[in-house]
């Protein structure tokens, strides 16, 4: 950017200014601004500033005291007046560039003079139109930024302040603001903030999710092994109640019934036995009563047969019978009946008839007639003993078929008794069983019970863990998220307080070097020195050419080229291609001096356009012959007192 | 000589015996038969077992009381012994009976009182006169 | 624009490897850029915007 021309109006003693600059092309880039002190050469600096940038930097006790407004405008106008400083300029292609200020400025009622704000305008060509900036402050600062306005409009009596104490910390300030790192800066202070605040929020959270995490987990095994538990139990239950079925199933099918018609049956059977053995018995006795009859007579069988051959023998040889027998008559006797038939009596002496012979008969004692009389005994005798046989065989047979009989009766009967004494067992046994079945089924459900009363219990107290867990878990998350915020801010700003410490070494290398090729070629002694530097704390050294610090030996005016070499330097890093507007540049430099950096100051500021502003002191014919070629346009200011105020005048030489 | 109207032997209580603890006598209990089993058995068994009486023989059977087949059964056994003149002498008669029976009655004694089991006395007794019957024509 | 931010930032910020960070980056410096002349701290939302744009990457 050039300046092309400046105008003010009614600022401060200037009511009615419009100068001309010269531009940097034809070597002749210089504008000269003279002025005796006190004149106001610092108010027209100030104008520039006050456009550009709305304040005033270098203002004299009386002019603070006195509004901006040039007095005597603001009365000659009855309180209604406006300050307007309008500078013409051009950018990098040659496109005009109309930045303007106004102010008004008015009494109130009590006549106390006020101040409405003030206006930036600023006019540029886009596109061959001219437009009206709509966001003026924004373009000029992203043209002309203000931090760097100290590197292109600077008081010269004033440069000195880099090389005092608190220099350093303007020289760092200097680079830093060249660097435009504080955008940097910014971001690092703003990360800085969020970090803390993420790591502040999660202090507050104390995640105690994996010690839940374990109470569930052991909670779940123990409930786990429960429920095995309690289907291994309900498994028993179920065969438990098939078993107890099974029984009941063969209860149903068989003894009990049985039982019972068994029983009938060897009530049955046992009388049947009894039955048979009592004809048996009976039989038995009464053969062996009529054996006691039989067997004497069979024993005696050889006398019977000896005694019947004897009566066939004596009845072969007719010697039985004989007449009458005495049995007959015995017999006749007993019956009381006579031969003819004749009852006897002992009154007709019939009986007494028979008996008589009787005697006579008995008397004989023919044993023919005792043989007769026992021949029938012995003829039945010998017949009965014949069938002996016979009738024993028949005995056995009769005996044997009852025993039979009752034999088979008594096995059936033993089987039904067995059969019996088994269905008692195996019903003993089947209610044994039963009991103890419907015992373990009682204590089975007991466990039951008391399983699913625990597993209710596991579960709600793992439901409950698990909202507690959820919580956790979204504290966790949520701190997770904060520690991941909190990290990406963190490492993001460690790059960029790296990238702001490269960059400010960078920037400071370059600024040292241009600042050395500088001095160098400005300083009239080269050889005396050695070297230029910027510390690490940003304090500047010159070495003398022995090697040892020269700064604090450096007379004024080589502190001044010092400090000129230093200015080129940071606006010439900093990227803006702006105008120089120096204030009083040689003034506290002696005489010869200041003929010698007047030699070397246009080469030095070669191309740029500078606007000096001088007093009569240092603008002296030697500087003048010095500058004279590079000087495009001279001016000189002037000023006159009224009773209001002063009007200064800024009049080409 | 009185007429001798009844048999004796040697001791009544045997027959009470007999009678009472013998399952054999015990529906047929009269004494008379068992006199008469017991004359058979000692018959059978040979003259060897004719026992005389002692001197205090008791009265257990009057003849009237014996069955007209007894008395018969008394005869033929008294002929077998002592030949068919026997039957003139009618103490003689009765005689031999009484010690025939006397022998039987030991027999008995032996066989159905002393630690036999019942029924095996009667089982030989059957055997025994199974064996006399087969002979029998 | 003459100047926007510093090629110098510009540049290193390309020269970041992590691209989550790299990309972070160039929007706070963009943010920072357009709110420079106020001075204040009230975009705090915007960084947070930024902020949880990039950590879903």
Known sequence: MIIESIKLTNFRQYQDVDIMFTKPDKNKSFTIIQAPNGVGKSNFFNAIIWCLYDKEIYLTKEDKRLPLINTIALKENDGNSEVKVEIKMRDEKDRPVFISREQNFYYDQERK??????????????????????????????????????????????????????????IKNAVFKISQIDLLDKII???????????????????????????????????????????????????????????????????????????????????????????????????????????????????????????????????????????????????????????????????????????????????????????????????????????????EKTLRELEKKREEKSKLLKKTIEKLSLSDESFAKYEGDLESFNTEIENINMKIGELKASIVNSEQFIKSRNEALDDELKKEKKFNLLRRKRDLCAQTLEIAERMKKEIMEETKEEIEKRTKEQFFQLIWNPSAFKDVKIDEDYTLSVIHASGLEALGSLSAGQRQVLALSFISAINGVSGFNLPIIVDTPLGRISKDTRSNIAQKLPNFLKNKQVVMLVTDEEYTTDVRKKLGSYVGKEYEIKLKEFKNGGIAKIIEK | MKKRDRVFCDNLKDYKILKEETELFKRENTNSSIFIIAMALGFKEGKIHKTPLKKGKEGVVRLTYFKEEHLSMIKAVAIMDSGLDVLFDEDKVYSIAEEYANGGIKMLKRELIANKEPGSYIKKLCTELLDISRKIA | MDTEINQKIIGKIEKIKEKKIREFLKE??????????????????????RINKFLDD
């Open chain 3, 28 to 49: 706070i410096v963009c943010l920072e850029f357009q709110n420079s002349e106020e001075g204040r701290w009230p975009f705090r939302e915007e960084y947070e915007k």
């Open chain 1, 189 to 395: 202070i703003h990360l800085s903030e969020k970090r803390q605040s993420f790591v502040r929020e999660n202090k507050n959270l104390t995640p105690v999710a994996d010690k839940i995490r374990q109470e569930i987990e052991s909670a779940s095994k123990a409930l786990e092994t429960s429920k095995q538990d309690l289907d291994e139990k309900n498994r028993f239950l179920v065969e438990g109640k098939k078993n107890i079925k099974e029984i009941l199933e063969k209860i149903r099918k068989n003894p009990i019934k049985n039982a019972k018609d068994l029983k009938e049956q060897r009530i049955n059977l046992e009388e049947e036995v009894k039955e048979y053995e009592d004809k048996i018995k009976e039989l038995e006795l009464d053969f062996e009563e009529s054996l006691v009859n039989l067997a004497p007579k069979i024993l005696i069988h050889n006398a019977i047969e000896n005694t019947k051959e004897i009566i066939e023998e004596k009845e072969k040889r007719k010697e039985i019978p004989p007449g009458i027998t005495d049995k007959y008559i015995r017999k006749l006797l007993e019956k009381k009946e006579c031969i003819c038939g004749r009852i006897l009596s002992n009154k007709d002496g019939s009986e007494d008839n028979l008996k008589e012979l009787l005697n006579r008969y008995k008397n004989l004692s023919d044993l023919g007639s005792i043989l007769l009389n026992i021949k029938t005994d012995i003829e039945i005798i010998f017949r009965e003993n014949s069938k002996f046989k016979e009738t024993y065989l028949n005995y």
């Open chain 1, 113 to 170: 003079i006020k101040k409405a704000p003030s206006k930036l305008k600023m006019v540029r060509e886009i596109n061959k139109n001219m437009i009206v900036v709509s966001e003026p402050e924004y373009i000029l600062s992203q043209l002309m930024p203000e931090t760097i306005k100290e590197y292109f409009f600077f008081d010269g009596e004033r440069l000195d302040n880099y090389f005092k104490k608190e220099g350093a910390e303007s």
